[in-house]
């Protein structure tokens, strides 16, 4: 039996059990998934070194599907070989044929596109939203190199796909940080969803932007088991190259390949049933006797098993208190000033937690000198573990999510507004299960003189509806921290890295006063009570708690007792924050130097959930901020300043100003 | 005089004013801004054809700053020609030179990055969250080849900038569509902000990348007057031709160039004071010494005035009424099958739109057979007014803003998950003033099969911020809108037609039972009562009004008379909706099927400000969905049915189930 033959035979089995799920399902993309039956089946039952009884072991090669809605075609392949799936190490057993019957079933744990959080360990990442998928092995990629493990990441995209720049920034990445051990395969079946690719698109074009790009390219027919197989061998040989370049396939397929039902009109996301299924299976029954006498048989082929994974030592310690840490770093001037911004303080949290955390990663998009991820970076034990991403954050984000699937704990950091810019990795990280922590700088309008262009306003907003849910481990999707002085950053810090699962943490551009101590606990849902009142409850994040602080003198000279609250945290304890609304007579005022639906909004939900009668006033931005020379200036603008917060708080309570 | 003298000159007064303004800022990025003296002093002092004192005149060449932090050098530029400011019609007049000294100050027209919403008409969009002005560009060149217009376009591009995916997808869209009429300009002064551009990123490999995307690349020394002269010329010349190819130009810069106190060591972002600004502006003394005789004055140059735009008569109507519009397009036994999805009902609302309204576009990523714009692309009368953007969404939201500022009213569709990649293009799209109408399709959970990776959740958490603050027109920053039946996508495709400003509509997948007629009008801001009761408010949206419809019986049998409101959009009538929550005994429960933080908090907001005891009970989904092959399979997992909703009621009015 010839390789060819063999996998001639194999491809159609998938193509045929391709369509047959889809049409059990009533939904799927087959045509897309028999664009790939081939290249799937040489890459799945020959050229990659892996074990389907254990295809996460920390060695195995992965396969990150991209263009995800042709995950039938590997559905298949892992029913044939019984690849583990579950999700919880005692509910693990091998994927069967019948397993494939069950495709996007409520209960099945085949869903429509790639999901591994339900128990399919084949994968790395959750996709289906296009382009995020070489990203992904980017990070996968980095964190072998990391490792110095032998992994290889093949991943598949799709053309249409390629158009998304996301793409171009993953092939970039890849070139100039020399990942020769990724593989981006171009899945060129000349057609999207609702047309043909463009002319950019074409594999002519995509293989001359490749090559200007750096990469070698190998332009194969898709559906040749011999080409596949010697584009893969130049692979695996130039991935064993201290100094290989970068390396892509572009791989001419068909789409509905084998079958003229399938190539003739519009198959895209429709799922062949009835005559149409059987004329489909028996196209591909011809195909299969016109090209080879072999039925499909896993025994014609030989999987390479990982190479054994070294054991590793990995410490996973706790951050020192903040004076050593900055004291290590010849800042101990600067804590006795009393005076750092939360950026900094990050900064100094991030070096201070690498030195003892062998998981922790960091990323940045060309802002490290802003954002202060540099002072991680610039650390020699450190520096190979800082990934810089240059301006590109859709790539750097979904490369975080790869380096969190193999084991790290990425710290990735922009300025809040340009993290705007990847929210849909970041959903896709969520639905992943990735342990992530996004840091966005710059936060608020504190920022001032950039004006609105760089500025995070509704970003809390966004990440809060995540606040309102559970991830597959049981806890809230993300939690937004927003430390509002050095101490609660550096100690945030620290506690995100604990902590297994998605954050988002803003830090803030201006030097603010120290509020607290290295004696002050902060934990992921807390909050804490900066004074003690009993007429109103005043509720501040970031910026505007310094702000609304500034304000209790004025509160107390008009013989208001104001109760002043730091939330730092979303989500927090509702019922706690409830109780101290009590204390002081349900007045509640909230403020922050963002948009609304935020803090204030977080505020609502547990005021009108308790059927009580409070009375919220929510101060936040309700116009475009625009650039002005300082903080005050633009807090003056936007009606946020201490005596906007004063006079709010005398108008809710009825009283005179003095 | 020569050209070149005259230029250096200039040019170097620009750089020097750029220094200056930074200084009195206190902030900005002059370094940056040197690096353009000459390409934009031979832009706008010769090559552009356009009018200083009215620059958004219809015909006139457009300049598209996408490096924005460089725009203190196009501030010089249009000080020195007088060029025409301010935020209404009555107080425009000419820029001055003293305006300079009042960069970035609160009360100043000159905000940090380009922002024209406030008063700056020579920017057609604000820039400064990076890789975005490209694709403004395109559509503003899409938008003059359907005016007939000679508009020409010129958009500069940062080098660091130009690794945003972005970019590139805007190149592929201008080389696709022979947009010749669009100039983009790589500024390659090798630097980002951190560290130097990527190798990927230097003249090089832009430039072969550049050609193998088709584009003509003319290679230049950025300072050089002759050399940018030659390449304009090239351009303009190309862009006259009907078949005229993409041109690109790659311009050698050097960053702070004309002083090597700028060019040494890194400025980026830092303003020089004191000593280093008196030596900067020496040196550059000494350069424009060296180079010419000449002293800058405008009177070296003609600027070609734009060509008379032409009378058009742009026809403004309204919708026919749905039926006829339907039998327009051989739709009357569905129309009479009392049943349509809403995404189809927006398909028949567009095309009829754009039949009586000249202004609409249409725009869409690949998927105009899934969100039904289609019914507009087919239309003979309307194709050349669909624009496929392929699967690159980034590109396709910046271009509709470059349209919107053309005087186009552009609707832009895909799934409602996808247009997350495009939300930083969103919010920059809302600073600039746009009207633009976002559809995203297959929103919510009721789509299904396909998966989380296809499903919009926490979408209206995002949009919902914009809602809490206006505009610089004074309106809400963005309408979502959530038609729960056809007759409502229908009406409100209309309504958002009619307004001026940002709206998010959200159609669905499943096809819904008509709820509504033609008789009902649908307002931005509006919500509908669909059920009078008195013992419980319900509140839902899209999908789930017709589950909320469900569950009315079976309330109705437990002796509970409920309220059902179709809260169709945020913002809403907060006062109206508290009415009738308190004829209602004050207990509210919301429905959604999406994250939380959405519906659910706006009416918490409403109420928690009341002072009064409202009880709210938010449904909405509190997990990851996965894949199920019904909707009602998906919401029986999410805890959403009909049924979820009788039991959930009850239990807030503590009344047994039957």
């Known amino acids: 039996m010839s390789f060819e033959a063999a996998v001639h035979a194999q491809a159609i089995e998938l ?107 084949f994968f790395d990442a959750a996709t289906g939203s296009l382009g995020q998928g070489l990203s992904v092995a980017a990070g996968l990629g980095e964190a072998a190199k990391l490792d110095e493990s032998p992994r290889r990441v093949f991943c598949i995209i799709g053309d249409g796909e390629s158009r998304e720049g996301q793409i171009t920034e993953a092939l970039d990445y890849i070139a100039e940080n020399k990942l020769n051990n990724v593989l981006p395969i171009f899945n060129c079946n000349g057609w999207g969803q609702a047309d043909r690719v463009s002319v950019q698109q074409s594999e002519e074009v995509l293989t001359r932007k490749l090559q200007a790009g750096g990469y070698t390219v190998k ?17 695996a040989a130039n991935s064993k190259k201290p100094d290989g370049g970068p ?20 198959w895209h996301g ?19 006797t016109k090209r080879t006498s072999a039925l499909a048989s896993t025994d014609q082929f030989t999987i390479q098993p990982p190479a054994q994974a070294p054991a590793r030592e990995i410490r996973v310690g706790d951050l020192p208190p903040m004076r050593s840490a900055m004291k290590a770093m010849d800042m101990e001037s600067v804590f006795h000033s009393g005076r750092l911004a939360t950026r900094k303080a990050y900064g100094v949290a991030l070096r201070a937690l690498g030195q003892v955390n062998d998981r922790v990663v960091v990323l940045d998009a060309d802002v490290s000198n802003s954002t202060f991820s540099e002072m991680f970076a610039k650390d020699p034990k450190l520096a190979d573990r800082f990934f810089e991403c240059k301006i590109a954050e859709q790539n750097m984000v979904s490369m975080a999510l790869g380096m969190s699937a193999a084991g790290k704990t990425p710290f990735v950091s922009t300025f809040g507004k340009f993290l705007t810019r990847a929210y849909d990795q970041i959903e896709m990280a969520i639905n992943s299960g990735a342990n992530l922590k996004l840091v966005g700088s710059h936060s608020g309008c504190s920022l001032a003189s950039d004006g609105p262009s760089q500025m995070s306003l509704p970003d809390i907003a966004w990440f809060r509806s995540f606040a309102t849910m559970r991830d597959h481990r049981g806890n809230p999707g993300c939690y937004i921290l927003q430390p509002s002085d050095a101490f609660a950053a550096y100690a945030l810090t620290g506690a995100m890295a604990e902590y297994e699962g998605v954050c988002y943490m803003r830090t803030l551009r201006p030097e603010t006063e120290f509020l607290y101590s290295e004696d002050t606990v902060f934990n992921l849902g807390g909050f804490e009570v900066l004074n003690e009142g009993r007429d109103i409850l005043i509720v501040a994040s970031g910026y505007m708690v310094h702000e609304a602080n500034k304000a209790l003198d004025g509160l107390d000279r008009a013989g208001v007792s104001a109760t002043l609250v730091d939330l730092y945290s979303l989500p927090f304890d509702a019922e706690a924050l409830l109780d101290i609304a009590n204390q002081n007579n349900g007045y509640v005022v909230t403020i922050e130097d963002n948009y609304g639906a935020s803090i204030g909004s977080a505020v609502a939900d547990a005021l009108a959930e308790s059927g009580e009668g409070f009375t919220l006033n929510q101060m936040h931005i309700r116009q475009v901020p625009k650039s002005a020379r300082t903080p005050e200036e633009t807090l003056a603008m936007v009606g946020l300043t201490h005596r906007d917060i004063l006079n709010t708080c005398l108008g809710l309570l009825q009283v005179q100003p003095v």
């Open 247 to 266: 390396m892509a396939i572009v791989a001419r397929t068909v789409k509905g390949w084998g079958s003229t039902t399938m190539t003739n009109g519009n």
């Open 219 to 235: 332009v194969i027919d898709g559906h040749a088991p011999a080409q596949i197989k010697e584009a893969l061998d130049a692979f």
């Open 15 to 121: 193509d045929r059990l391709s369509l047959e799920m889809c049409a059990a399902a009533g939904s799927g993309h087959p045509s897309t998934a028999m664009s790939l039956g081939h290249i799937v089946t040489v890459l799945m039952f020959h050229s990659m070194h892996w074990s389907p009884e254990q295809p996460d072991y920390p060695t195995c090669d992965r396969l990150v599907l991209s263009e995800g809605h042709a995950v039938p075609i590997v559905y298949a392949a892992c029913a044939k070989l019984g690849v583990l799936i579950g999700d919880d190490l005692s509910d693990r057993r091998p994927m069967t044929m019948e397993d494939l019957k069950t495709l996007r079933a409520a209960d099945s744990l085949l869903d429509g596109h790639p999901n591994p959080a339900i128990g399919f360990p």
């Open 270 to 288: 429709k799922p062949a049933t009835g005559e149409a299924l059987k004329s489909a299976l028996g196209e591909l029954d011809e195909e299969r």
